[in-house]
C-alpha cells in the first residue's frame, strides 16, 4: 500500500495521482500545483504508436490546500 500523507519540513503533504491524455493537461495540471504550493513527485509519459500519449502525474499537495486543490479546475 503507498504511503498517502508525507511530511516535509514540517508541514503535512496528501498525495494525489493523476493519469492524463496529453502534455498539455499535464503542463495545465503542473502550474495548478505550484499555485497551491504543490510538490511534484513524479512525472512520467509514456508514448505508444497504438495507444497514443499517457502523462502519469504524482504530486503532493498541503492537507490545508487539498480541497481547494481538489475542487478548482486545472486551466490558468
Known amino acids: 500500500m503507498e504511503q498517502l500523507i508525507y511530511e516535509v519540513n514540517g508541514i503535512k503533504y496528501l498525495l494525489f495521482s493523476a493519469v492524463l491524455k496529453t502534455k498539455a493537461q499535464?503542463?495545465?495540471l503542473t502550474a495548478k500545483v505550484e499555485r497551491?504550493?504543490?510538490i511534484i513527485q513524479?512525472?512520467?509519459i509514456e508514448e505508444s504508436f497504438w495507444n497514443g500519449t499517457s502523462v502519469k502525474v504524482k504530486m503532493l499537495i498541503p492537507?490545508?490546500?487539498?480541497?481547494?486543490?481538489?475542487s478548482s479546475k486545472a486551466e490558468l
Open 26 to 28: 499535464a503542463n495545465d
Open 42 to 44: 513524479s512525472y512520467d
Open 36 to 38: 497551491h504550493n504543490g
Open 63 to 70: 492537507g490545508k490546500l487539498a480541497y481547494l486543490f481538489s
